[in-house]
């Protein structure tokens, strides 16, 4: 698929991908085999009927394509970008065995692209009502299939727009924000209500939403309570969470600066610590908003790396540096409290840890100093706590997530259901949308039985 060319793309934040024409699409869906027994579906966690999709596209029914898709997937032009079809459907792709496996994803795009201005027919909808905690990829699923099965769907945002981690995590060059908002205005189109600036947990509480009528709520609030590494130096001036860098980026549109007059200080140095899509985003983010030098910080090497390939391909594409088996061990300030250094330390890998990977180790005598005035934290995140402190009845996990039956997504609570980045901690955006669709079933089956 065409890209833009790096050295023009880090001076905007135009998408890089450019995307299928209808001449390559259909060449690309031919290459799909129609295995009897697809294994690329299994490998989707909302079920998309993959080859019949594909098979409308190369037949040129793009229309049929799109009503195929949506069958299984309210989000197509979002999964289509941002999925990991690597490690997913493609990866199962019986073409793939000897060649490039059928780029599933970007025929998604293209299918979602082409029908971008289609018109949604409005649901038919019941008098039960359903709240839905949060607008991230989990609670919009779950919207998409209530309102599918004639329930009435509210759905509460803390922010003060909807899109969750979509909309103010991810950036403009990898997801433009009108895509995020012409999906989610096809849910209002259908019948959704979305309410903004509604904090569950301080403006309403997840029982109060009961007591006011809803038959059942769905807990889908995502996990943006950032991480730190607990060394010295973290609270100087120069210091973010790629949580905060990439909120003020996106969503309060710093990268339109002085247009929106929400400023982002960078500094000339960057320094990102973390090496999965979060810290390719917040770095690459900090390059086109002017930073001279930026620099991934990676305890372990490349092939330990949690980010997409794609994505770390782009960054180096970009002039992202990377400084692996390398961890930081002190951020160092000036006298005006701001950030000057990142004092780090080379690591070697020894045996695998828990997680299959090679555990890291410092060597000894190894410090040095990198020249930084910026440093992001992009080493995970978890639920915020505010709905547990206030729904005592919720049994929590020690990390802080919420406990769920794995097969319903029934919590301790009845009525109430949770799924997505706040019972597994982060995970992808299709795997909360399998959460929510699949909660979205239970839902309806305790709506029915009560």
């Avoid at 085999?33 to 294994?39: A, E, I, R, S």
């Avoid at 949604?120 to 998409?144: D, H, Q, R, T």
């Avoid at 002190?330 to 090679?358: H, T």
């Avoid at 020690?398 to 597994?424: L, M, P």
Wanted: net charge neutral; hydrophobic share 35%; glycine share 10%.
């Amino acid at each position: 698929m065409p890209n833009q060319d790096p050295d023009k793309r880090i001076t905007n934040f135009d998408e890089v991908a450019l995307g299928y024409d209808k001449e390559a699409a259909t060449l690309e869906a031919k290459r799909c085999l129609q295995c009897k027994n697809p294994l690329c579906v299994q490998g989707c966690p909302v079920g998309i009927d993959i080859p019949e999709f594909i098979k409308e596209i190369a037949s040129e029914d793009f229309e049929g394509a799109l009503a195929k898709l949506k069958e299984k997937n309210s989000l197509p032009a979002i999964c289509g970008r941002v999925c990991p079809q690597e490690d997913q459907c493609e990866k199962l792709c019986i073409v793939g065995k000897k060649n490039e496996p059928v780029g599933i994803g970007r025929l998604e795009r293209f299918v979602a692209d082409y029908h971008k201005n289609s018109v949604v027919k409005k649901a038919s909808l019941g008098e039960k009502k359903v709240a839905v905690v949060g607008s991230g990829p989990a609670g919009l699923a779950c919207a998409s299939e209530l309102l599918k099965r004639g329930y009435q769907v509210t759905i509460f945002e803390a922010f003060h727009k909807p899109g969750g981690v979509l909309m103010y995590g991810i950036p403009e060059f990898r997801l433009p924000k009108n895509i995020v908002e012409q999906e989610i205005n096809q849910l209002v189109e259908m019948g959704a209500e979305i309410k903004t600036n509604v904090v569950i947990g301080q403006t309403i509480t997840v029982i109060e939403l009961l007591e006011r009528g809803y038959e059942a709520v769905f807990i889908g609030s995502g996990a943006g309570l950032p991480y730190f590494l607990n060394i010295p130096g973290e609270n100087l001036n120069g210091v973010y969470s790629a949580n905060e860098f990439l909120t003020r980026a996106n969503l309060m549109k710093a990268y339109l600066y002085p247009k929106w007059e929400t400023p982002l200080r960078v500094g000339d140095n960057v320094a990102v610590v973390g090496a999965g899509n979060v810290a390719m985003d917040a770095a690459r983010t900090a390059k086109r908003l002017g930073a001279k030098k930026v620099s991934i910080v990676y305890r372990r090497s490349e092939k330990e790396m949690p980010a997409r390939q794609e994505e770390v391909l782009h960054a180096r594409e970009e002039g992202i540096e990377m400084n692996l088996l390398t961890n930081p061990v002190s951020i160092e300030g000036n006298d005006g409290g701001w950030v000057n250094g990142l004092k780090c330390i080379k690591m070697e890998l020894g045996e695998p840890d828990d997680s299959g990977r090679r555990r890291p180790k410092p060597i000894k005598g190894s410090e040095y100093m990198l020249e930084v005035d910026t440093v992001i934290m992009a080493i995970g995140q978890g639920p915020n706590p505010i709905i547990p402190r206030s729904t005592k009845e919720l049994t929590i996990s020690k990390r802080g997530n919420i406990e769920v039956d794995s097969k319903t997504g029934q919590t301790s609570i009845e009525g109430v259901f949770a799924g997505g980045d706040v019972v597994t901690g982060a995970a992808t955006v299709i795997q909360a949308m399998g959460a929510g669709k699949k909660c979205a079933e239970s839902i309806d089956k305790y709506i029915k039985n009560n």
